[in-house]
């Protein structure tokens, strides 16, 4: 996994970015849902996949130091 693609994936589903035409919702919803259960994700990180909590997921892509509780 590279955190270029998970970013761009967040992007994608938080509408920071337009969904490419081969993509749907659908298919980036399971791709986020399978990168939540990959060994060795970082806790917080995998936290917030697994939550849907992708706005969470992209600050702590920015800062994985800074708490994130809003």
Avoid: F
Wanted: aromatic residues 8%; proline residues 9%; glycine residues 0%.
């Amino acid at each position: 996994m590279s955190y270029e693609s998970l970013r761009a994936d967040l992007e994608y589903i938080t509408r920071q970015r337009p969904l490419p035409e081969e993509d749907t919702m659908l298919k980036l919803l399971n791709r986020l849902d399978q990168l939540a259960e990959t060994p060795n994700l970082p806790k917080q990180l995998a936290h917030y996949l697994s939550k849907r909590s992708y706005v969470k997921a992209l600050a702590w892509l920015d800062n994985p130091e800074t708490p994130h509780h809003s």
